[in-house]
C-alpha cells in the first residue's frame, strides 16, 4: 500500500512547533515554515528557500504540502463570479464560489462534502451527508483560489456546501488560521461563518468569545413553517434559536446577521415579514438580509417581483438594517443554495 503524506497546510504554529521538536530542529524554524505556508504562494518543497536542506528532507519524507487538487473553474456571464471545483486526498469533490463586488472580493468556503441537515430547498442537501472536511482542506480553497485571481480576497464567509457548525473544530482552527498575524492576518470582522441553528454550537462559539462574524439561516417566522423547509428546527426549535441568538448578542457586543430565503407561498406573505420585526427586534445587534430564493430542480420557486416588492416594503418599518441580496452567478448554479456535486467522483 502506497503511503499518504500529510498535508503541511490545515497545522497551525503550535503543530509546527511540535514536528520540529519531534524531529530535533530549532524551535524558530517553525515560524519560518508558518510563514512561507500561509503568506507565499508556494506549491512544492523547494520553495522553502530559508530553510536547511535537512529540515526539507525531513518534510518530504512524511508531509506534502497542499491538501487539495484543483479540478476546474467555471466563470458567470457576469464575470462577477467565479466557481471552482476542488478534489480531496479521499476523492471527494468539492466547490467554493468567488464573488466580486466593487473593491470587496468575497470567497464562499465550503466546510463538508454534502450536508446533513436536509433543508428541503438546498441543492446540498440532495447529496446527502458524505464527510467532514479537515481544516487544511477548508483554508486551501482559500490558498489555492489565491494564487488564481488577481484582485486580493477581503472577505471569507464559511457559507458553502456544508453545515459549518456541525465541523466546529476544523472550522474554528481554519478561522483561526485565515486570521492569524503571522500568516494570512485577515481581521476578524472580515470573516463570516453560517450555521442553519445548530443552537449548541452557538452556544459554545459565545461562551469561547470568538470574535468571527456569525450568521444565521433563519428562512421562517413560526417554528412550524420553519420545519417543513428545515428539519433542523424539531430538535432547535425557532424560540430557542432566537434566545441562543439574544445571549449572543448581549454576551458578545457584536452584530448578528440572519438570513432569510424567500420561499414562494412558504415565507414570503406580509405576515411573515410583520413577524420578522416582531421577533428580531427582541435581537439586538442584528441585521436581516432577504435572498429572493435562487431555483433548483425541485418543488420551490422564488416569488414574483411584487411580492418581493411587499415583504420588503413591509421591513421598512423595522428597527434593525434589512437589505436585499440578489445572488450572484445563478447561470453557473453558484448561488445561494445551489451548490451541489451531481457526481462526486471524477
Not at 521538536?21 to 524551535?27: D, I, L, R, T
Request: glycine share 4%; proline share 3%.
Amino acid at each position: 500500500m502506497n503511503k499518504v503524506n500529510s498535508p503541511l497546510i490545515g497545522k497551525n504554529l503550535t503543530d509546527l512547533k511540535e514536528m520540529c521538536e519531534k524531529h530535533v530542529v530549532e524551535p524558530f524554524r517553525a515560524k519560518q515554515l508558518f510563514n512561507w505556508l500561509y503568506s507565499n504562494d508556494i506549491n512544492g518543497f523547494n520553495d522553502l528557500t530559508n530553510l536547511p536542506k535537512e529540515f526539507i528532507n525531513i518534510l518530504k519524507l512524511d508531509h506534502c504540502i497542499h491538501p487539495l487538487e484543483f479540478v476546474q473553474s467555471t466563470k458567470s456571464n457576469s464575470e462577477l463570479t467565479n466557481k471552482f471545483l476542488f478534489k480531496t486526498s479521499s476523492g471527494s469533490l468539492i466547490e467554493s464560489v468567488l464573488m466580486n463586488e466593487g473593491n470587496r472580493v468575497t470567497l464562499c468556503l465550503s466546510t463538508q462534502v454534502g450536508c446533513a441537515l436536509d433543508c428541503k430547498f438546498c441543492a446540498t442537501a440532495k447529496m446527502g451527508f458524505k464527510e467532514n472536511l479537515n481544516s487544511g482542506e477548508i483554508l486551501d480553497q482559500y490558498l489555492l483560489i489565491r494564487q488564481k485571481v488577481k484582485k486580493p480576497i477581503t472577505n471569507i464567509v464559511f457559507m458553502g456546501m456544508g453545515e459549518p457548525f456541525l465541523n466546529y473544530k476544523n472550522v474554528i482552527k481554519a478561522a483561526h488560521l485565515l486570521h492569524s498575524p503571522d500568516g494570512i492576518n485577515m481581521s476578524t470582522k472580515r470573516i463570516t461563518i453560517s450555521t442553519a441553528g445548530v443552537i449548541s454550537k452557538i452556544k459554545r462559539f459565545t461562551k469561547e468569545k470568538e470574535k468571527f462574524k456569525l450568521a444565521i439561516s433563519l428562512n421562517g417566522t413560526t417554528n412550524e413553517q420553519r420545519s417543513l423547509i428545515m428539519p433542523i428546527t424539531l430538535k432547535n426549535s425557532l424560540d430557542d434559536l432566537l434566545d441562543a441568538s439574544k445571549k449572543y448578542t448581549e454576551s458578545s457586543n457584536r452584530w448578528l446577521t440572519f438570513e432569510y430565503v424567500l420561499l414562494k407561498e412558504r415565507n414570503d406573505t406580509v405576515e411573515d415579514a410583520n413577524r420578522l420585526i416582531t421577533l428580531l427586534t427582541e435581537v439586538q445587534r442584528c441585521k436581516l438580509n432577504v435572498i429572493p430564493y435562487n431555483e433548483i430542480d425541485g418543488e420551490f420557486q422564488r416569488p414574483n417581483q411584487n411580492q418581493i416588492q411587499a415583504f420588503m416594503n413591509k421591513l421598512r418599518s423595522a428597527q434593525f438594517p434589512v437589505t436585499i441580496r440578489w445572488s450572484k452567478g445563478t447561470d453557473i448554479d453558484a448561488g445561494c443554495g445551489q451548490l451541489a456535486i451531481k457526481n462526486n467522483s471524477m
